[in-house]
């Protein structure tokens, strides 16, 4: 069964500082990652996502993601954080094969941003 | 317009009430699912639908159940509301006619159980 590990519950990070949030997968196959955020009061949204081909993936809000296959690992960074970005943020796996896009989700990393 | 909506966005009930949650996309996605969505653990799969005929239980589906009255329309009851019921349903729709299929997610109901 496939799963996912988020290992940080809670990160908090100064405005304009770098970030990057853990993002952990167990998939007996090559997997599909997504990343997506929830900002308060509000439904989720698709930051990026990777298929396949270049490992490095660039998404909206100026984050990018890279998969690892070595480490089972696809973190999300972004070099400069707004207080906007202030949100928790959710990773994402599904099947390759695609019979049925069953999604898991890690549990979740809520970024405070301090100003 | 948002393209997934749902109804109603929070709701407060008594233990053993029955309560429906509503879900509609103007997408055209054939696939639709819902989850909830409970602190620490992300979202967990409830039920899903990849056509008007073809339902699925999910990860946790005991204690509710589903309708897809149309393509665009999923539905998810709770026959009769626990507490432990209380959380945050999202519902979500994908295109099976994508190559790199996407869930996309609508902005939640907020529930409450007495």
């Known amino acids: 069964a496939q799963s996912v590990t988020q290992p940080d519950i809670h990160i908090t990070v100064s405005e304009g500082a770098s970030l990057e949030l853990r993002c952990n997968y167990s998939?007996?196959?090559?997997?599909?990652l997504f990343w997506y955020v929830q900002s308060p009061g509000q439904g989720l949204q698709l930051l990026l996502k990777?298929?396949?081909?270049?490992?490095l993936v660039q998404g909206i809000k100026g984050f990018e993601a890279e998969f690892k296959r070595s480490q089972s690992s696809f973190n999300l960074r972004k070099p400069s954080v707004h207080w906007s970005d202030a949100a928790e943020y959710f990773c994402?796996?599904?099947?390759?094969?695609?019979?049925?896009?069953?999604?898991?989700f890690g549990g979740g990393t809520r970024l405070m941003v301090k100003p | 317009d948002a393209d997934v909506t749902q109804t109603p966005r929070n709701r407060i009930t008594k233990t053993g009430k029955r309560i429906m949650l509503e879900c509609s996309q103007t997408?055209?996605?054939?696939?639709m699912y819902w989850y909830r969505q409970d602190p620490g653990l992300g979202l967990r799969l409830i039920y899903y639908?990849?056509?008007?005929?073809?339902?699925n239980k999910g990860e946790i589906s005991d204690g509710y159940s589903v309708s897809r009255q149309a393509q665009a329309k999923f539905s998810l009851s709770l026959e009769s509301a626990i507490p432990n019921q209380t959380a945050l349903y999202f519902c979500?729709?994908?295109?099976?006619?994508?190559?790199?299929?996407?869930?996309?997610f609508g902005p939640g109901t907020r529930l409450l159980v007495l």
């Open positions: 639908s990849f056509d008007v005929k073809d339902i």
């Open positions: 994402a796996v599904g099947p390759y094969n695609n019979a049925g896009n069953m999604l898991t």
């Open positions: 990777y298929f396949s081909g270049d490992t």
């Open positions: 997408k055209g996605h054939d696939r």
């Open positions: 998939y007996g196959a090559t997997p599909y």
């Open positions: 979500a729709t994908s295109d099976s006619g994508t190559v790199q299929e996407t869930q996309y």
